[in-house]
């Protein structure tokens, strides 16, 4: 036995004796890695309603070709990603009254779909509308 070890026991037969508790515990003060790598967000944008990106990374390319309909291409690929989209206010002048919403798809490997709305909107473009939004991609 070494000695380190027969401290340990000594100090323990000396707790016990006088009334004490021994509390063992193997447990490694060392951090511990994830078993699985956390998620990271890989690409994001914020874009005007007339699809320019007013800020970003990890975005190559958009291409506005319809009312509310956009494609924004990214630098990595989407497999396995979390999608997330959100409507923003128009600078404070928010131009639907009543709810939006936001539809965001994968295309192909790198590229999403955004269509956006407000369907409680009056007029003829009652359903798809020009909205600003941002979206994150989160892998």
């Known amino acids: 036995m070494n000695g380190s070890k027969k401290l340990v026991l000594?100090?323990?037969?000396?707790a016990l004796a006088v009334g004490g508790a021994v509390v063992a515990s193997t447990a490694s003060a060392e951090p511990r890695l994830p078993s699985?790598?956390?998620?990271?967000?890989?690409?994001?944008?914020?874009?005007a309603a007339n699809g320019q990106v007013?800020?970003?990374?990890g975005i190559t390319g958009i291409n506005k070709f319809g009312i509310g309909r956009y494609n924004i291409t990214t630098a990595s690929?989407?497999?396995?990603?979390?999608?997330?989209?959100?409507?923003?206010?128009?600078?404070?002048?928010?131009?639907?009254?009543?709810?939006?919403?936001?539809?965001?798809?994968?295309?192909?490997?790198?590229?999403?779909?955004i269509r956006t709305a407000t369907p409680s909107a009056a007029g003829s473009a009652a359903v798809d509308s020009d909205r600003p939004f941002s979206i994150t991609v989160v892998c």
């Open 77 to 113: 690929g989407l497999g396995g990603c979390a999608l997330l989209g959100t409507i923003n206010t128009n600078g404070g002048n928010d131009p639907g009254p009543g709810s939006s919403s936001i539809l965001v798809g994968q295309v192909n490997g790198n590229t999403l779909f």
């Open 10 to 14: 000594g100090a323990a037969a000396v």
């Open 54 to 57: 007013l800020g970003g990374q």
């Open 36 to 47: 699985q790598a956390l998620a990271t967000t890989t690409a994001w944008a914020k874009v």
